[in-house]
């Protein structure tokens, strides 16, 4: 079993002190026992595991990031590098904006929603400025709504990291 000066403390309830290692696992050790154990934490209905610290429940990964990676800064979030939810080793884990969470996630196939590429996008932005085709053309010949183009051409969506 892993020693205790191999795993940090992330957690201390009324019951236990919950402990995680950097290859991402987790401990609980019941203060009236002292009995340390293994725990396979729960998963909400996105995939993402969690634990319940006395009435709260906390994101695993983000705690893991916490705890070997460091502080994660307002508005930042905790990204996948292999983009498996249930992967959270700290070294599968990095700090990095929203928007580069998700050019991550579209860019690996995760977030499969995106009608276009983001080189058609490029050429969506060309053909507009080069006064070939309208946004409204542009829109049906790619097969969006209008407001998809208009974004594209305002550089405010398909953008690169």
Do not use: W
Not at 30 to 46: I, K, R, S
Not at 65 to 73: H, Q, S
Not at 132 to 149: D, H, K, N, R, S
């Amino acid at each position: 079993m892993t020693n205790t000066n191999e795993m940090k403390l992330a957690g201390i309830t009324k019951l236990r002190k919950y402990y995680f290692t950097a290859d991402g696992k987790m401990f609980l050790e019941n203060l009236t026992t002292g009995e340390l154990t293994e725990h396979v934490p729960g998963c909400n209905t996105q995939g993402y595991p969690m634990i319940r610290m006395g009435k709260k429940l906390y994101y695993v990964h983000r705690i893991v990031a916490e705890l070997f990676i460091g502080r994660i800064p307002v508005g930042m979030q905790v990204d996948h590098i292999d983009c498996d939810k249930s992967n959270f080793r700290a070294d599968n884990l990095r700090i990095v904006s929203a928007q580069t969470n998700m050019r991550h996630a579209f860019s690996t196939g995760t977030i499969a929603t995106r009608k276009l590429t983001y080189e058609q996008a490029e050429d969506v932005r060309k053909a507009y400025a080069d006064g070939l085709f309208t946004q409204t053309e542009l829109a049906e010949m790619y097969g969006v709504v209008p407001q998809t183009i208009s974004k594209i051409v305002r550089n405010i969506s398909y953008q690169y990291a």
